[in-house]
Each structure stands twice: as C-alpha cells, then as structure tokens.
C-alpha cells in the first residue's frame, strides 16, 4: 500500500481481568476508503479487536497491554472513544443497540451529540440519512424499539452517520437478518463507501456475504490472524472454502 492507511493497528494483546489473554498480537490495517473484513468464528476475537480500536474495553475489564493504533495519522490509544468519535471513528456494535423507547428520528439525533455546527448542517445530513435509508424516513416517528431487525441496524448505521464519520467500524451487521436484509444493509455499505467515502471495518461471522463487499480480509483464530489477503483471493482459498465457505 502506498498510501497511508487510515488505521492501523500494530502486533495489540488484550487481556481480560488481568489475566485472560484474547488477542495475542494482532496486525491489521484499513486503507482510506476501504472496506475491510475481519472474519473467524463465535469467540475468535472479533468483538474484542473492534473495541480495543474504538477503546470501549475498559468497561468490560478489558486492557490492551501491547501494541499500538493509528487511527488517521494519531496514536490514539489514549483517546476515549468520545474523542475518537469527534476525530472520525465511531463503532457500531453488536446487536444494534438502538434506544428502544425512542422515536427512529430520535436516535438518529443522538448521533449528531459531538458536533459543534449548526442545526442546518445536521438537519442537512439527517436528510442524507433518509436518502441512504428511505424506510427510516417512512418509520421516522416510531418507537425504535418496536421496528425490526434490519430497521433497528440501519437505525444504528444511521446514527453513527450523524457524527460525519470518516471510518465506522461495524460489529457483525448481519447478526440475526434474513438474507435479503442482509444483502441490503451491505448495498448501502457499499454506496456510502463508494459515494460519501467511509472507510469501514466489519466484523463479520458470515464469511460469504463479507467477502462480496469487503476488497481485503483478516482471518482471526483465537485471537492470531491465520489468513490475510484480497477478499478475492480468500474467496477461492482452500482452507477458507472448507472452513468459512462451507463448500468442501
Ligand atoms: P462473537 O462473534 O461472539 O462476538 P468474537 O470473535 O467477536 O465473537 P470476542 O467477543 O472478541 O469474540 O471474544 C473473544 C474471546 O474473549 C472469547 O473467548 C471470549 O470468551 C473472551 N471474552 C470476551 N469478553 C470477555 C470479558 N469481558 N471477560 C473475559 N473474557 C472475555
């Protein structure tokens, strides 16, 4: 890669409790402008990568003991992850966590709590996220709580648009939604980062869909990258097919 990438994180250990080791020394990088997977099955470490990123760890005990993360030119593991929000980095985590007794619009407003412009620039890019999202824009004033599935993650991926975010790193979009729901969310992954330019790093267990969309893959096995390459080389890797693809 020749030119720098957005973020990189460098040879990180977490550890649990002081004493459970999950990530032993993991290396990736995003490109500006990519889409990058990381995959591996329930528990290899997905989950806890995306937070040591976004520095969300500490609330589960969780520290990163070694290593580094340059998130767009900044060492940025002394940044909370409000910080890092307003730097341009903002998780999306798993299982949606829309707040349920508000209203879609609402939550989408949410979004918009660590910037310092105007209301017109706002009301400007919740009118971007209705472009993105018409059926937010017809569920608008709804009870988030009482929308489906595949509202309540694009209600998510929403939000985190209101911070005008530069990369989102997205924790297992497809958890719990039917195919076709799936496909769409990832369409509209694809068309903000074609159009607007979001970088992106997925977590993802369905390997399939995310090497569709994603240009470059890491594979995690309890905690260590075993595989990395072009989501296209992957695609036709042995052992992936065996293993993640489910053709043997
Ligand atoms: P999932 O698809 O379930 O999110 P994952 O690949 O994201 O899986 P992690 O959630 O990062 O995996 O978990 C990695 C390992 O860390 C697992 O063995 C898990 O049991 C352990 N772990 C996660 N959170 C904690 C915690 N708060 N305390 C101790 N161990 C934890």
Redesign the pocket.
Same mark, same amino acid.
């Given at each position: 890669q020749t030119v720098e990438p957005i973020l990189s994180v460098n040879n990180i250990e977490v550890i649990?409790?002081h004493v459970?080791l999950?990530l032993k020394g993991v290396s990736l990088t995003v490109p500006r402008g990519g889409i990058t997977a990381i995959l591996? #099955?329930?528990?290899?470490?997905?989950?806890?990568?995306l937070?040591a990123i976004s520095n969300l760890l500490h609330a589960?005990?969780?520290e990163v003991t070694k290593g580094s993360i340059v998130f767009d030119g900044e060492e940025v593991q002394a940044l909370s992850s409000n910080l890092l929000v307003r730097r341009g980095c903002i998780q999306v985590m @798993?299982g949606r966590h829309c707040f349920g007794h508000l209203s879609v619009e609402d939550n989408l407003m949410t979004g918009a709590f660590t910037r310092k412009d105007g209301a017109a620039a706002i009301k400007a890019d919740l009118d971007l996220v209705y472009d993105y999202f018409p059926r937010l824009k017809v569920r608008r004033t709804s009870q988030a709580g009482y929308t489906s599935g595949g509202e309540q993650q694009m209600t998510a991926i929403g939000r985190a648009l209101m911070s005008r975010p530069k990369m989102i790193l997205l924790? @297992?979009p497809s958890m719990g939604l039917a195919p076709q729901l799936v496909e769409e969310i990832f369409e509209i992954v694809k068309k903000l980062n074609d159009e607007q330019g979001v970088s992106f790093l997925l #977590?993802e267990?369905n390997t399939n869909v995310a090497l569709r969309y994603a240009k470059y893959g890491y594979i995690?096995e309890s905690?260590r990258v075993v595989l990395d390459g072009e989501a296209a080389a992957l695609r036709e890797n042995d052992d992936v097919k065996e293993f993640y693809l489910g053709v043997g």
């Open positions: 649990y409790d459970i999950v591996g #099955a329930n528990g290899a470490g997905k989950t806890t990568t937070k589960e005990r969780g @798993e924790d @297992e #977590a267990q995690l905690g």
